[in-house]
């Protein structure tokens, strides 16, 4: 069937990515590829998380995003099968 016409046996779902940017301000002499000091880091949900190699935490809130990324996002319609979604109602 391909039609995008969302009815049971042909669910239909919109996928929506945006090409947002967050800036985050690495702390003042911190390398993150100093594996002698930065055990691992990552971002996550707009903080940037880095893993010292002596058991500290640090959290970092971004100083930067570009909102507009996220206000207008590129989306597309998909069969829900293609992309492993369910309906209630069809169950």
Known sequence: MNSTKNVKGNRQIVVAWSSTEQVFKIPDGLDLEDET???NWCVKWGTLYI????????????????????????????????????????N
């Open 51 to 90: 893993g010292y190699v002596n058991g500290e935490e640090e959290k970092i809130e971004f100083d930067w995003e570009d909102e507009y990324g996220c206000k207008y996002p590129d989306v597309e319609i998909k069969d829900a099968d293609e992309m492993n979604v369910e309906y209630e109602e069809d």
């Open 37 to 39: 000091d930065v055990k």
